[in-house]
């Protein structure tokens, strides 16, 4: 997505653009791939998401039911549905089959930055500027726990390929492991001179990216023990 309220689709390996997707009316902050790599969703400041077909380059549904910017959008593993959430500070649930939202989760008191569901398609993370981190319980639609650390807004958020642990960063430059289970923050690293805006983890678990506003990626290797219980960075 970008200023042009353009969606692209780009060939990784030749640089080469493959497609447009026209439709959004302003910035597109948030967009996301479905498990099977058939479709995208994508949202931002006209306060829609768009549903399209990366074959095609259709727009298949328009949802409708935010009345602020979006900034993160989300699948669930399966597919059929997705989470979105922003300025208006509630986590929306939608059917994508239907093109209906289910519900509105409250919980935040600030803008959430970023989505991260769990492999299982059980639970789901939220991080905002209200400093929280939220664990939700996607089958019951309500909130399991609220994760408490950082100073300063929360921008990124990521879950382990089990489920049990995350990742999350934000404007303290810190990173912090999290049982999930427990709500235990397990370990807290000063890894940057600046805020953390993004992270990304390997689908083995072993390599964490982030990446930050003092210019910076860095890639973390992580080593587990045998239950895939405690993290150790080098």
Known sequence: GANDGCLRLWDVGSGAEIRQFLGHASIIWGVAVSPDGRQALSGGMDYD???WDL???ECIKILK???KF???VAFTPDGRSALSG???EDLYLWDLTKGVLERKLAGHGARINCIAVAPDGRYAL???DDELVLYWDLRKKSLDRELTGHRGEVRAAVITPDGRFAFTAGKDATLRLWELGSGDCLRTISAHQNMITALALSSQGDILLSGSVDTNLKAWELTW???FGWGLFR
Request: proline content about 0%.
């Open 55 to 57: 074959e095609s380059g």
């Open 86 to 88: 922003g300025d208006d």
């Open 126 to 128: 939220t991080v905002g």
């Open 70 to 72: 979006i900034y993160s």
């Open 49 to 51: 998401l768009r549903l």
């Open 225 to 227: 023990d045998y239950n």
């Open 65 to 67: 039911g935010h009345k």
